[in-house]
C-alpha cells in the first residue's frame, strides 16, 4: 500500500491509500477500506466493472464509508463512462448523474483531466462527515505496510488517526515495540511530528509488526515491553491451542489424504508485509484435488542463507518479489543447487507457478478403438510361447497396439502389448476384419480358445490447471 499526501484547490489536505488492483491483494484493500473516511472506487470507462471493482465496493459497505467513483481512461478510444454507470446500478450504486447520491467524476490519470473536480468532490464528502480527531493527546495508528529495510531495520508505513506522533515517543504496535527513532513523510522528508491523517514511515521498532496491526503510543518502555510480550504469549497460546485441538484420528485422515495429493513446497520472500500476504493466499488457491503449493515459510526482506537453508532441507525454490538474495545466499543457492525465481508481477509469479503444478498433474489417458478379434485355436510354439489363432471381426488389429482380453465377459488382462502379429508365416503390422492371423502377447500366455481381443491405441494427453 502507497500513502500520500494532497493538497486539494480548497486548501485541504487529503490523504490517499492507494492498494493494489489484482484480485490477490483482497486482504490488502479490505484494510485500505478500514482506515479511511471516504472511499473512491476507479473504474476504467473502457473495461466497466470488474471482478476487483465489485469487491472494492463491498470493502467500502462493510466498513461502513462512503464512495466516490472515479471513472477513468476518459481520453481512451471506446471510453464508455455511461455504461460504467449502468452497471453500477447492479451493484446499488446510484451515481448522481442518475439521480442517486453518490459522486460520480471523469477523469484521466493520464492527461490529468478531471482530477481538480476529484479532489473538490472529496473535500465535498469530507465537509459533509463533519470529521473531527484531537491532536493533543497520545497517538493512536494503524499500520497500513511495513517491512524489513537493509539499512533502517524494521519499517513500518502509519497512518496517525487520533493525536500527535513525534518523535522520540514510546509506542506498541502488534507483537512489537519500540521508540520512534525518526518520522519519514511521504515526500521522503524527516518530520519532528505527524498529527491525525498524515502517513509516515516510523523507524525504531523492536520487530516487523503486521500490516493492519494497531499502533498506540505509551508512557514507559517498560509498559511497552509487557503489552507487547503479553501479546506474543497470547498468540503463542492461540497457535498451540489450535494444533492440539486435531484429534489422533484426524491426524491420520490428514496424512492419508495428503499421500494422494503432490505438493510443491517453496520459500517465499516479500519486499512489503501486504504482498508476502497476498501472495501465500493466492498460492493457497491454485492447484486441485491432486496437487497443490506448500508454502514452508514466507516473510519480508532479501533472501538470506537461512532461507536457502530451508529450501535445501526440502528441496523447494525460492520465490522472491521484488526483493534479490544477498551475496552470500547467492553463494550458498549455487553450491547447494538451489533455485531462487525472481518476480515483480503477481499475474507473471502465478501464471509460472500454474504451469509448474500442471506439469505435476498425471496425464490423462486417451484410448482410440482400433477392432475386436475372437480366439479360434491355441497354438503352443516352443521358442516362442502360445500363439492366437484369431479372426478379425471388426475394424483392423495391429503389431505394438494396446490389447484387452475378455473371457465370459471379464477382463483378463487390462493393458496388454499385441508383440507378434502374423498372417499364414509372415509378420505384418496391421489384419483388416475378416481376416485370420496369429497373435502373440507380451509377457501373457494364459490364452484360451473363444476369448475376445480388443485392440486399441493410448494417447496421453497433458493436463493443465
Known amino acids: 500500500i502507497g500513502a500520500y499526501t494532497v493538497t486539494a484547490p480548497t486548501g485541504l489536505e487529503v490523504t490517499f491509500i492507494d492498494t493494489p488492483g489484482h484480485e490477490a491483494f483482497t486482504e490488502m484493500r479490505?484494510?485500505?477500506?478500514?482506515?479511511?473516511?471516504?472511499?473512491?472506487?476507479?473504474?476504467?470507462?473502457?473495461?466497466?466493472?470488474?471482478?476487483?471493482?465489485?469487491e472494492a465496493i463491498?470493502?467500502?459497505?462493510?466498513?461502513?464509508?462512503?464512495?466516490?467513483?472515479?471513472?477513468?481512461?476518459?481520453?481512451?478510444?471506446?471510453?464508455?463512462?455511461?455504461?460504467?454507470?449502468?452497471?453500477?446500478?447492479?451493484h446499488e450504486i446510484v451515481v448522481e448523474a442518475m439521480s442517486g447520491d453518490v459522486q460520480d467524476v471523469e477523469v484521466?490519470?493520464?492527461?490529468?483531466?478531471?482530477?481538480?473536480?476529484?479532489?473538490?468532490?472529496?473535500?465535498?464528502?469530507?465537509?459533509?462527515?463533519?470529521?473531527?480527531?484531537?491532536?493533543?493527546?497520545?497517538?493512536?495508528?494503524?499500520?497500513?505496510?511495513?517491512?524489513?529495510?537493509?539499512?533502517?531495520?524494521?519499517?513500518?508505513?502509519v497512518l496517525v488517526q487520533n493525536g500527535t506522533l513525534r518523535k522520540g515517543d514510546i509506542f506498541v504496535v502488534g507483537e512489537q515495540w519500540g521508540k520512534v527513532r525518526a518520522l519519514i513523510n511521504d515526500k521522503g522528508e524527516t518530520v519532528l511530528e505527524a498529527g491525525p491523517s498524515v502517513p509516515v514511515e516510523v523507524l525504531g521498532l523492536s520487530g516487523t509488526p503486521s500490516a493492519g496491526d494497531t499502533l498506540n503510543v505509551v508512557e514507559t518502555?517498560?509498559?511497552?515491553?509487557?503489552?507487547?510480550?503479553?501479546?506474543?504469549?497470547?498468540?503463542?497460546?492461540?497457535?498451540?491451542?489450535?494444533?492440539?485441538?486435531?484429534?489422533?484420528?484426524?491426524?491420520?485422515?490428514?496424512?492419508?489424504?495428503?499421500?494422494?495429493v503432490a505438493e510443491l513446497?517453496?520459500?517465499?520472500?516479500?519486499?512489503?508485509?501486504?504482498?508476502?500476504?497476498?501472495?501465500?493466499?493466492?498460492?493457497?488457491?491454485?492447484?486441485?484435488?491432486?496437487?497443490?503449493?506448500?508454502?514452508?515459510?514466507?516473510?519480508?526482506?532479501?533472501?538470506?542463507?537461512?532461507?536457502?537453508?530451508?529450501?535445501?532441507?526440502?528441496?523447494?525454490?525460492?520465490?522472491?518479489f521484488n526483493v534479490r538474495a544477498n551475496a552470500s545466499a547467492r553463494q550458498s543457492a549455487n553450491q547447494k543447487g538451489v533455485e531462487i525465481r525472481y518476480y515483480s508481477i503477481i499475474y507473471d509469479l502465478l501464471d509460472d507457478m500454474k504451469g509448474v503444478l500442471s506439469g505435476m498433474l498425471a496425464p490423462l489417458?486417451?484410448?482410440?478403438?482400433?477392432?475386436?478379434?475372437a480366439v479360434l485355436q491355441v497354438f503352443d510354439i516352443s521358442k516362442t510361447g502360445k500363439i492366437a489363432g484369431c479372426?478379425?471381426?471388426?475394424?483392423?488389429?495391429?503389431?505394438?497396439?494396446?490389447?484387452?482380453?475378455?473371457?465370459?465377459?471379464?477382463?483378463?488382462?487390462?493393458?496388454?502389448?499385441?508383440?507378434?502379429?502374423?498372417?499364414?508365416?509372415?509378420?505384418?503390422?496391421?489384419?483388416?476384419?475378416?481376416?485370420?492371423?496369429?497373435?502373440?502377447f507380451q509377457g501373457f500366455h494364459d490364452i484360451k480358445v473363444g476369448d475376445y481381443i480388443e485392440c486399441f491405441t493410448?494417447?496421453?494427453?497433458?493436463?493443465?490447471l
Open 30 to 54: 479490505a484494510r485500505g477500506a478500514q482506515v479511511t473516511d471516504v472511499a473512491v472506487i476507479v473504474v476504467a470507462a473502457d473495461d466497466g466493472v470488474m471482478p476487483q471493482t465489485i
Open 58 to 90: 463491498n470493502h467500502a459497505k462493510a466498513a461502513g464509508v462512503p464512495m466516490i467513483v472515479a471513472i477513468n481512461k476518459i481520453d481512451k478510444y471506446g471510453a464508455d463512462p455511461q455504461k460504467v454507470r449502468t452497471d453500477l446500478l447492479q
Open 108 to 157: 484521466s490519470a493520464k492527461t490529468g483531466q478531471g482530477l481538480d473536480a476529484l479532489l473538490e468532490a472529496i473535500a465535498l464528502q469530507a465537509e459533509l462527515l463533519e470529521l473531527r480527531a484531537n491532536p493533543n493527546r497520545a497517538a493512536s495508528g494503524a499500520v497500513i505496510e511495513a517491512k524489513l529495510d537493509v539499512g533502517r531495520g524494521p519499517v513500518a508505513t
Open 221 to 260: 518502555e517498560a509498559q511497552a515491553r509487557e503489552i507487547a510480550d503479553y501479546r506474543e504469549k497470547v498468540t503463542k497460546d492461540k497457535r498451540a491451542a489450535a494444533g492440539a485441538a486435531t484429534t489422533l484420528e484426524q491426524l491420520m485422515a490428514k496424512a492419508k489424504a495428503d499421500l494422494s
Open 265 to 320: 513446497p517453496i520459500v517465499i520472500k516479500a519486499d512489503v508485509q501486504g504482498s508476502a500476504e497476498a501472495i501465500v493466499q493466492a498460492m493457497e488457491k491454485i492447484g486441485n484435488d491432486e496437487v497443490r503449493v506448500r508454502v514452508l515459510h514466507s516473510g519480508v526482506g532479501a533472501i538470506t542463507d537461512t532461507d536457502v537453508g530451508l529450501a535445501e532441507a526440502s528441496k523447494a525454490p525460492i520465490i522472491g
Open 365 to 373: 489417458q486417451r484410448e482410440t478403438f482400433l477392432g475386436n478379434a
Open 391 to 440: 479372426r478379425v471381426s471388426e475394424g483392423v488389429v495391429r503389431k505394438g497396439a494396446k490389447v484387452r482380453i475378455i473371457r465370459d465377459d471379464i477382463v483378463v488382462l487390462e493393458l496388454g502389448t499385441l508383440a507378434t502379429l502374423k498372417r499364414f508365416k509372415d509378420e505384418v503390422n496391421e489384419v483388416p476384419s475378416g481376416q485370420e492371423c496369429g497373435m502373440h
Open 458 to 464: 493410448v494417447e496421453e494427453i497433458q493436463r493443465t
